[in-house]
């Protein structure tokens, strides 16, 4: 069973490296919008094995849903071509060794660093019996008021700026 | 062996990593801007395992309130690019030069 989940794994990790690769690769910024769909299903597929399914439901509704729908309407809109003009050769260069050292020093920092569980209070068994929906809203109406009604001030001045934005005479 | 937070962690650093690769390489502004979201969501990645591991749910809800950004972020940020190709008819990013002296 153990093997089962560590091949599972192993392939939703692949196919998410892949996409997420294909994103920086693609000529065609619609093929990169649905390479990023797919980079977002994976990470879905993540949260649910990760005991938070209603995350995994925020995911494919809020990433997958809105926000690659907007963006790829955006590129219809403005109705991009496939002319990829790539940057000089040697920012190519620094871009991929800035972000190498990076990635290493992430995985040494994961190499040498552990997390000590202090246990918390919440358990699989326990999202299983209780709902993580459930767990989640009555966390986010409680301990998390105040940020809870910041972000909903927030969406609001991004509806507005938008709108102000994206109108034809100021 | 089971799978273990840290294969998680590798998975979230190896996506960040590819996220920052795209938007130092890529010059179309629409293509960054889905490189920053790739950036976002290893991050959320690594919330939620960590939240999962250490069994405690603020991580959770930070992801749902990194969500909220992402989305009022995507809603202005597009909003400018359209401003912007109207403008200046593309929206490469060699080309948003009007601060520079």
Sequence with gaps: ?170 | MIVSVQHYMVVSAILFSLGAIGVLTRRNAIVVFMCIELMLNAVNLTFIALSSHLGNLDGQIFVLFIMTVAAAEAAVGLALMIAFYRNRESIDVEDFNLLKL
């Design chain 1, 1 to 170: 069973m153990d093997i089962l989940q560590q091949l599972f794994f192993y392939v939703v990790a692949f196919v998410a490296v892949t996409s997420g690769f294909l994103v920086i690769t693609c000529r065609n910024p619609i093929n990169s919008g649905i390479t990023l769909v797919m980079t977002f299903f994976c990470l879905a597929i993540f949260y649910v094995t990760l005991h938070a399914p209603f995350m995994a439901a925020i995911q494919i509704m809020v990433y997958a849903g809105a926000i690659m729908v907007l963006i790829i309407f955006v590129i219809m809109l403005l109705n991009l071509g496939s002319s990829v003009v790539i940057r000089y050769r040697h920012a190519v260069t620094g871009a991929v060794v800035a972000s190498g050292l990076m990635l290493f020093q992430v995985l040494i920092i994961l190499k040498q660093g552990s997390v000590n569980p202090v246990p918390g209070s919440v358990s699989a068994e326990m999202v299983e019996s209780v709902g993580h929906t459930e767990l989640i809203g009555k966390a986010l109406f409680t301990d998390f008021m105040l940020p809870f009604e910041i972000a909903s001030i927030l969406l609001l001045v991004a509806i507005v700026g938008a709108i102000i934005l994206a109108k034809r005479e100021v």
